[in-house]
Protein backbone atom coordinates (compact mmCIF):
# COMPACT_ATOMS: atom_id res chain seq x y z
CA UNK A 1 0.00 0.00 0.00
CA UNK A 2 3.12 2.36 1.12
CA UNK A 3 4.81 2.10 -2.71
CA UNK A 4 1.49 2.29 -4.21
CA UNK A 5 0.59 5.66 -3.00
CA UNK A 6 4.20 7.00 -3.55
CA UNK A 7 3.68 5.30 -7.11
CA UNK A 8 0.25 7.02 -7.11
CA UNK A 9 2.19 10.86 -6.26
CA UNK A 10 4.44 10.40 -8.91
CA UNK A 11 1.81 9.82 -11.45
CA UNK A 12 0.42 12.81 -11.17
CA UNK A 13 3.18 14.24 -13.66
CA UNK A 14 1.21 12.59 -16.17
CA UNK A 15 -0.95 15.88 -15.94
CA UNK A 16 0.75 17.10 -19.17
CA UNK A 17 0.19 14.48 -21.39
CA UNK A 18 -3.60 14.45 -19.99
CA UNK A 19 -4.20 17.75 -20.24
CA UNK A 20 -3.37 17.86 -23.87
CA UNK A 21 -5.54 15.25 -24.63
CA UNK A 22 -8.40 17.06 -23.52
CA UNK A 23 -7.16 20.77 -24.82
CA UNK A 24 -4.44 19.84 -26.95
CA UNK A 25 -7.29 20.15 -30.17
CA UNK A 26 -6.78 16.55 -31.15
CA UNK A 27 -9.03 15.12 -32.97
CA UNK A 28 -12.26 12.69 -31.52
CA UNK A 29 -10.18 9.70 -32.90
CA UNK A 30 -6.69 11.17 -32.06
CA UNK A 31 -7.67 11.40 -28.71
CA UNK A 32 -9.20 7.79 -28.35
CA UNK A 33 -6.21 6.58 -30.00
CA UNK A 34 -3.86 8.81 -27.48
CA UNK A 35 -5.60 7.51 -24.13
CA UNK A 36 -5.49 4.14 -24.89
CA UNK A 37 -2.07 4.69 -25.97
CA UNK A 38 -1.49 6.18 -22.17
CA UNK A 39 -3.47 3.69 -20.43
CA UNK A 40 -1.49 1.07 -21.77
CA UNK A 41 1.84 2.56 -21.09
CA UNK A 42 0.97 3.37 -17.23
CA UNK A 43 0.19 -0.31 -16.93
CA UNK A 44 3.24 -1.80 -18.55
CA UNK A 45 5.04 0.54 -16.19
CA UNK A 46 3.04 -0.63 -13.13
CA UNK A 47 3.45 -4.23 -14.47
CA UNK A 48 7.40 -3.48 -14.25
CA UNK A 49 7.47 -1.42 -10.43
CA UNK A 50 5.44 -4.18 -8.86
CA UNK A 51 7.33 -7.12 -9.85
CA UNK A 52 9.42 -7.30 -6.61
CA UNK A 53 7.34 -10.31 -5.25
CA UNK A 54 8.42 -12.65 -7.63
CA UNK A 55 11.38 -11.37 -9.63
CA UNK A 56 10.69 -11.37 -13.61
CA UNK A 57 14.13 -12.84 -15.59
CA UNK A 58 16.24 -9.90 -16.92
CA UNK A 59 15.48 -10.50 -21.08
CA UNK A 60 11.49 -10.47 -19.79
CA UNK A 61 12.27 -7.36 -18.02
CA UNK A 62 14.34 -5.93 -21.34
CA UNK A 63 12.14 -6.46 -23.77
CA UNK A 64 9.00 -4.71 -21.26
CA UNK A 65 11.34 -1.84 -21.30
CA UNK A 66 11.67 -2.06 -25.09
CA UNK A 67 8.10 -1.77 -25.44
CA UNK A 68 7.77 0.98 -23.12
CA UNK A 69 10.51 3.15 -25.18
CA UNK A 70 8.82 2.39 -28.31
CA UNK A 71 5.38 3.32 -27.08
CA UNK A 72 7.04 6.66 -25.61
CA UNK A 73 8.81 7.26 -28.53
CA UNK A 74 5.62 6.92 -30.75
CA UNK A 75 3.50 8.73 -28.53
CA UNK A 76 5.83 11.43 -28.52
CA UNK A 77 6.14 12.28 -32.41
CA UNK A 78 2.48 11.57 -33.04
CA UNK A 79 0.79 13.83 -30.35
CA UNK A 80 3.61 16.38 -29.46
CA UNK A 81 6.53 17.50 -27.03
CA UNK A 82 4.19 17.24 -24.18
CA UNK A 83 4.39 13.39 -24.31
CA UNK A 84 7.81 14.08 -23.68
CA UNK A 85 7.57 13.33 -20.13
CA UNK A 86 6.83 9.55 -20.68
CA UNK A 87 10.78 9.19 -21.27
CA UNK A 88 11.28 9.80 -17.40
CA UNK A 89 8.87 6.85 -16.46
CA UNK A 90 11.06 4.69 -18.98
CA UNK A 91 14.04 5.25 -17.02
CA UNK A 92 12.89 4.98 -13.44
CA UNK A 93 11.04 1.98 -14.22
CA UNK A 94 14.43 0.17 -15.82
CA UNK A 95 16.81 1.36 -12.56
CA UNK A 96 13.59 -0.23 -10.22
CA UNK A 97 13.28 -3.28 -12.38
CA UNK A 98 16.97 -4.32 -13.29
CA UNK A 99 19.74 -5.38 -11.76
CA UNK A 100 22.73 -2.76 -11.41
CA UNK A 101 24.63 -3.74 -14.26
CA UNK A 102 22.20 -3.40 -16.98
CA UNK A 103 19.75 -0.20 -15.49
CA UNK A 104 23.35 1.78 -15.08
CA UNK A 105 23.56 1.42 -19.31
CA UNK A 106 19.34 1.41 -19.66
CA UNK A 107 18.95 4.76 -17.99
CA UNK A 108 21.18 6.66 -20.00
CA UNK A 109 20.06 5.06 -22.87
CA UNK A 110 16.59 5.96 -22.28
CA UNK A 111 18.28 9.43 -21.62
CA UNK A 112 20.12 9.52 -25.27
CA UNK A 113 16.60 8.32 -26.78
CA UNK A 114 14.71 11.24 -25.07
CA UNK A 115 17.11 13.89 -26.77
CA UNK A 116 16.85 12.45 -30.03
CA UNK A 117 13.10 11.98 -29.73
CA UNK A 118 12.96 15.77 -28.01
CA UNK A 119 14.72 17.06 -31.65
CA UNK A 120 12.74 15.46 -34.16
CA UNK A 121 9.28 16.60 -31.93
CA UNK A 122 8.71 20.32 -33.05
CA UNK A 123 9.36 22.21 -29.81
CA UNK A 124 10.91 19.72 -28.08
CA UNK A 125 14.38 21.32 -27.62
CA UNK A 126 12.98 23.22 -24.93
CA UNK A 127 11.42 20.75 -22.52
CA UNK A 128 14.66 18.85 -22.67
CA UNK A 129 16.38 20.89 -20.12
CA UNK A 130 13.64 20.19 -18.10
CA UNK A 131 13.50 16.25 -18.50
CA UNK A 132 17.25 14.94 -18.59
CA UNK A 133 17.96 15.68 -15.25
CA UNK A 134 14.53 13.84 -14.14
CA UNK A 135 15.69 11.27 -16.10
CA UNK A 136 18.74 10.75 -15.04
CA UNK A 137 18.38 11.43 -11.44
CA UNK A 138 15.08 9.49 -10.84
CA UNK A 139 16.56 6.21 -12.86
CA UNK A 140 19.68 6.08 -10.97
CA UNK A 141 17.91 7.17 -7.29
CA UNK A 142 15.67 4.46 -8.30
CA UNK A 143 19.14 2.06 -8.63
CA UNK A 144 20.71 3.28 -5.72
CA UNK A 145 17.40 2.08 -3.53
CA UNK A 146 17.27 -1.06 -5.39
CA UNK A 147 20.74 -1.64 -4.14
CA UNK A 148 19.82 -0.76 -0.77
CA UNK A 149 16.61 -2.85 -0.50
CA UNK A 150 18.90 -5.92 -1.38
CA UNK A 151 21.60 -5.28 0.70
CA UNK A 152 18.91 -4.69 3.76
CA UNK A 153 17.30 -7.97 2.99
CA UNK A 154 21.12 -9.65 2.89
CA UNK A 155 21.68 -8.36 6.11
CA UNK A 156 18.99 -9.67 7.79
CA UNK A 157 19.61 -13.25 6.75
CA UNK A 158 22.88 -12.66 7.68
CA UNK A 159 21.57 -11.25 11.43
CA UNK A 160 19.70 -14.37 11.47
CA UNK A 161 22.51 -17.00 10.33
CA UNK A 162 24.88 -15.27 13.07
CA UNK A 163 21.89 -15.71 15.55
CA UNK A 164 21.43 -19.13 14.77
CA UNK A 165 25.63 -20.37 14.44
CA UNK A 166 25.36 -18.69 18.29
CA UNK A 167 22.62 -20.90 19.69
CA UNK A 168 24.16 -23.69 17.88
CA UNK A 169 27.60 -22.83 19.85
CA UNK A 170 25.95 -22.41 22.41
CA UNK A 171 24.40 -25.58 22.54
CA UNK A 172 28.14 -27.48 21.51
CA UNK A 173 29.33 -25.42 24.33
CA UNK A 174 26.76 -26.40 26.91
CA UNK A 175 27.09 -30.18 25.53
CA UNK A 176 30.63 -29.97 25.75
CA UNK A 177 31.11 -28.75 29.47
CA UNK A 178 28.33 -31.47 30.65
CA UNK A 179 30.15 -34.38 28.93
CA UNK A 180 33.42 -32.79 30.84
CA UNK A 181 31.54 -32.61 34.25
CA UNK A 182 29.87 -35.65 33.73
CA UNK A 183 31.33 -38.31 31.77
CA UNK A 184 34.50 -38.83 34.17
CA UNK A 185 32.19 -39.22 37.28
CA UNK A 186 29.63 -41.46 35.17
CA UNK A 187 32.61 -44.07 33.99
CA UNK A 188 33.94 -43.53 37.59
CA UNK A 189 30.90 -44.74 38.99
CA UNK A 190 30.07 -47.27 36.35
CA UNK A 191 33.89 -48.81 37.17
CA UNK A 192 32.85 -48.55 41.14
CA UNK A 193 29.74 -50.24 40.54
CA UNK A 194 30.88 -53.36 38.90
CA UNK A 195 33.56 -54.14 41.45
CA UNK A 196 30.88 -53.60 44.33
CA UNK A 197 28.69 -56.41 41.85
CA UNK A 198 32.13 -58.86 42.32
CA UNK A 199 32.78 -58.40 45.42
CA UNK A 200 29.59 -59.45 46.98
CA UNK A 201 28.98 -61.75 48.77
CA UNK A 202 32.34 -62.26 49.65
CA UNK A 203 33.90 -59.11 50.56
CA UNK A 204 31.10 -57.22 52.42
CA UNK A 205 33.58 -54.33 53.45
CA UNK A 206 35.32 -53.89 50.65
CA UNK A 207 31.82 -53.63 48.77
CA UNK A 208 30.30 -51.15 51.11
CA UNK A 209 33.59 -49.08 50.54
CA UNK A 210 33.25 -48.96 46.84
CA UNK A 211 29.52 -47.97 47.65
CA UNK A 212 30.36 -45.33 49.96
CA UNK A 213 33.14 -44.05 46.77
CA UNK A 214 29.71 -44.38 44.59
CA UNK A 215 27.82 -41.81 46.38
CA UNK A 216 30.54 -39.12 47.16
CA UNK A 217 31.16 -39.14 43.32
CA UNK A 218 27.63 -38.65 42.63
CA UNK A 219 26.99 -35.71 45.36
CA UNK A 220 30.33 -34.21 43.40
CA UNK A 221 28.97 -34.65 40.37
CA UNK A 222 25.41 -33.30 41.22
CA UNK A 223 27.51 -30.26 42.86
CA UNK A 224 29.34 -29.76 39.76
CA UNK A 225 26.05 -29.87 37.68
CA UNK A 226 24.50 -27.40 39.77
CA UNK A 227 27.36 -25.21 39.59
CA UNK A 228 27.56 -25.06 35.73
CA UNK A 229 23.56 -24.98 35.12
CA UNK A 230 24.19 -22.02 37.60
CA UNK A 231 26.86 -20.50 35.32
CA UNK A 232 24.68 -20.74 32.42
CA UNK A 233 21.50 -18.59 34.21
CA UNK A 234 23.56 -16.32 35.70
CA UNK A 235 21.97 -13.11 34.70
CA UNK A 236 23.76 -9.69 33.45
CA UNK A 237 23.04 -6.16 33.56
CA UNK A 238 23.32 -6.12 29.64
CA UNK A 239 20.87 -8.48 29.04
CA UNK A 240 18.81 -7.39 31.87
CA UNK A 241 18.22 -4.16 30.52
CA UNK A 242 17.55 -5.69 26.91
CA UNK A 243 14.51 -7.47 28.59
CA UNK A 244 13.64 -4.55 30.72
CA UNK A 245 13.33 -2.42 27.40
CA UNK A 246 11.13 -5.11 26.04
CA UNK A 247 9.04 -6.14 28.89
CA UNK A 248 8.28 -2.48 29.19
CA UNK A 249 7.39 -1.72 25.89
CA UNK A 250 4.94 -4.61 25.78
CA UNK A 251 3.41 -3.77 28.99
CA UNK A 252 3.02 -0.05 27.28
CA UNK A 253 5.49 1.40 29.67
CA UNK A 254 7.60 4.43 28.66
CA UNK A 255 10.92 3.70 29.58
CA UNK A 256 14.08 5.37 30.09
CA UNK A 257 17.00 3.19 30.45
CA UNK A 258 21.07 3.49 30.90
CA UNK A 259 23.46 2.52 28.50
CA UNK A 260 25.28 -0.85 28.95
CA UNK A 261 27.85 -0.36 31.80
CA UNK A 262 31.31 0.21 30.40
CA UNK A 263 33.90 -1.79 31.95
CA UNK A 264 33.77 -5.41 33.55
CA UNK A 265 32.41 -5.89 37.15
CA UNK A 266 32.56 -8.62 39.49
CA UNK A 267 30.24 -11.49 38.39
CA UNK A 268 28.81 -11.67 41.79
CA UNK A 269 27.87 -7.77 41.78
CA UNK A 270 26.81 -7.75 38.44
CA UNK A 271 24.27 -11.16 38.51
CA UNK A 272 22.87 -9.32 42.02
CA UNK A 273 21.95 -5.85 40.48
CA UNK A 274 20.94 -7.98 37.16
CA UNK A 275 18.52 -9.67 39.83
CA UNK A 276 17.45 -6.09 41.51
CA UNK A 277 16.63 -4.78 37.97
CA UNK A 278 14.53 -7.79 37.03
CA UNK A 279 12.18 -7.69 40.48
CA UNK A 280 12.09 -4.10 39.97
CA UNK A 281 10.89 -4.22 36.17
CA UNK A 282 8.39 -7.16 36.96
CA UNK A 283 6.77 -4.87 39.62
CA UNK A 284 6.54 -2.41 37.94
CA UNK A 285 4.94 -4.35 35.08
CA UNK A 286 2.62 -6.21 37.39
CA UNK A 287 1.80 -3.99 40.33
CA UNK A 288 2.23 -0.38 39.54
CA UNK A 289 -0.12 1.32 36.88
CA UNK A 290 3.17 3.53 36.10
CA UNK A 291 3.15 5.15 32.53
CA UNK A 292 7.20 5.72 32.75
CA UNK A 293 9.97 3.86 34.27
CA UNK A 294 13.62 5.21 34.41
CA UNK A 295 16.41 3.61 35.01
CA UNK A 296 19.75 4.51 36.36
CA UNK A 297 23.67 2.89 36.85
CA UNK A 298 25.65 5.25 38.17
CA UNK A 299 29.04 5.34 40.19
CA UNK A 300 28.89 6.76 43.58
CA UNK A 301 31.51 7.50 46.37
CA UNK A 302 30.67 6.77 49.80
CA UNK A 303 32.53 6.30 52.87
CA UNK A 304 33.15 2.77 52.59
CA UNK A 305 34.53 3.10 49.07
CA UNK A 306 33.11 3.56 45.31
CA UNK A 307 29.83 1.62 44.60
CA UNK A 308 27.66 1.11 41.64
CA UNK A 309 23.98 2.40 42.50
CA UNK A 310 21.54 0.95 40.10
CA UNK A 311 17.65 2.88 41.09
CA UNK A 312 14.41 2.14 39.44
CA UNK A 313 11.66 4.43 39.83
CA UNK A 314 8.00 4.58 38.25
CA UNK A 315 5.34 6.98 38.27
CA UNK A 316 2.61 4.30 39.52
CA UNK A 317 0.92 3.49 42.12
CA UNK A 318 2.89 1.10 43.77
CA UNK A 319 2.68 0.06 47.22
CA UNK A 320 1.07 2.47 49.72
CA UNK A 321 3.94 2.84 52.18
CA UNK A 322 7.76 0.85 53.06
CA UNK A 323 7.81 -2.43 50.57
CA UNK A 324 6.69 -5.47 53.14
CA UNK A 325 8.76 -8.78 53.44
CA UNK A 326 7.14 -11.53 51.08
CA UNK A 327 7.37 -9.85 48.02
CA UNK A 328 10.60 -10.82 46.40
CA UNK A 329 12.30 -7.70 48.28
CA UNK A 330 13.85 -10.18 50.83
CA UNK A 331 15.65 -12.17 48.14
CA UNK A 332 16.97 -9.07 47.00
CA UNK A 333 18.21 -7.89 50.13
CA UNK A 334 19.95 -11.30 50.64
CA UNK A 335 21.75 -11.73 47.76
CA UNK A 336 23.13 -7.87 47.85
CA UNK A 337 24.26 -8.77 51.55
CA UNK A 338 26.14 -11.71 50.05
CA UNK A 339 28.40 -9.52 48.47
CA UNK A 340 28.62 -6.17 50.43
CA UNK A 341 25.28 -4.27 49.31
CA UNK A 342 22.52 -3.36 50.07
CA UNK A 343 18.87 -2.67 49.28
CA UNK A 344 16.01 0.17 49.46
CA UNK A 345 12.69 0.66 48.45
CA UNK A 346 9.74 3.04 49.28
CA UNK A 347 7.22 5.67 47.63
CA UNK A 348 9.25 8.22 45.57
CA UNK A 349 7.62 11.28 46.25
CA UNK A 350 3.81 12.07 46.15
CA UNK A 351 3.03 8.90 43.40
CA UNK A 352 5.71 6.64 42.40
CA UNK A 353 7.68 3.81 43.76
CA UNK A 354 11.52 3.84 43.74
CA UNK A 355 14.00 0.59 44.03
CA UNK A 356 17.89 1.45 44.45
CA UNK A 357 20.61 -1.03 44.81
CA UNK A 358 23.84 -0.95 45.64
CA UNK A 359 26.97 -2.86 45.24
CA UNK A 360 30.64 -2.02 46.39
CA UNK A 361 33.06 -1.83 43.22
CA UNK A 362 35.64 -3.68 45.00
CA UNK A 363 34.55 -6.96 46.66
CA UNK A 364 35.87 -8.03 49.70
CA UNK A 365 36.32 -4.55 50.90
CA UNK A 366 33.43 -4.56 52.38
CA UNK A 367 31.46 -7.06 54.25
Not at 281 to 291: D, E, L, Y
Request: charge should be neutral; charged fraction near 15%; hydrophobic fraction near 50%.
Amino acid sequence: MVKALWISIWLFYLSAPVTDLISGGHSPGVRLLGGLGLAAFVAWYLVLVFRTARPMPVRRVLLSLAVLAAQATILSLTLGREWLVLFVYVAISSGAALPAEYSRWTVLGTTALLAVTANAVPGGTAYLAGLLIPALMGGFAMVGIRAMIRTTIELREARATVAQLAANEERLRMARDLHDLLGHSLSLITLKSELAGRMLPGQPEAAAQQVADIERVSRQALVDVREAVSGYRRPTLPGELAGARTALAAAGVVADLPAEPSGELPEEAESALAWSLREAVTNVVRHSGAKRCRVTLETRQTLDGPVLELTVTDDGSGPGGPAAPGNGLTGLTERLAAVGGSLSAGPAGRTGFALTARVPLALGSGS
